[in-house]
């Protein structure tokens, strides 16, 4: 799962690093847990709000706020084209000529877009990946871990339309596209950052409420640590009924 494979192995090996810190009080962290470019439930939002605080009376230096020159909803746009251009790898050529005259009318889908563009297009996509990747390397080299929801919304009833685009999730303030499911999760998987879920509660239903924590490129330990050593202070997993490893 990790490290070269093959050929590649005999000329090179991973070393992960080991946990920035051996307490948890020694991290630095830094922390958003809501934002107009994701509005998150007013209940999922209330449980990670109470971990955070639980962070903050145990002594975690914890900062809000996205890393400076962040703009979540172009990386966003800019995950969505990357993600398209690679799903839709295994189209045939008549889904593309249909997916290309699509564009031609006017109907810029990111599906749409990232499937037909050229490779230029995608290099110009992938340029602003790397600065991305930058930002978040000098905003790590200050911090130790990002915490952010992994979802706005806690388990939901599926919506199984054909076409995506038309799905929508069910919330307490009313509806909202499938498209927002994707949306918390996209700067992790942009930029190439480990990420790491850890319960923190429940809600008034009894679905489980998680915090995502993202730490620095390469160093998986980090975030692995952190949601360990939280767990003992926001509670464990605990299985459901009827739940079976």
Known sequence: MAGPAGDDGRAYRWSLPKPRKSNLREYKIGVLLDDPYCPVDAEVEKGLASAVATLRKGGVQVTEGWPQGFEPQAAFDNYL???????????SPSEIDAMRKAVERGDRNWYNVGATAQHREWHAQNQLRLRTQALWRDYFRNFDAFLSPVCFVAAFQHDHSPDFDTRKVT?????????????WIAPATLIGCPATAVP???????????????????????????????????????????YVE
């Open 81 to 91: 084209f990357l993600l398209s251009s690679i799903i839709t790898l295994g189209a």
């Open 200 to 242: 923190v509660g429940r809600t008034a239903a009894g679905l489980p409420v998680s915090l995502q924590i993202v730490g620095p490129y390469m160093e998986d330990a980090t975030p692995i640590d952190i949601a360990i050593k939280m767990a003992g202070l926001t509670g464990s997993f605990v299985a459901p009924p009827g």
């Open 171 to 183: 919330t307490t303030a009313g509806e909202r596209p499938y498209l927002d499911l994707m949306k």
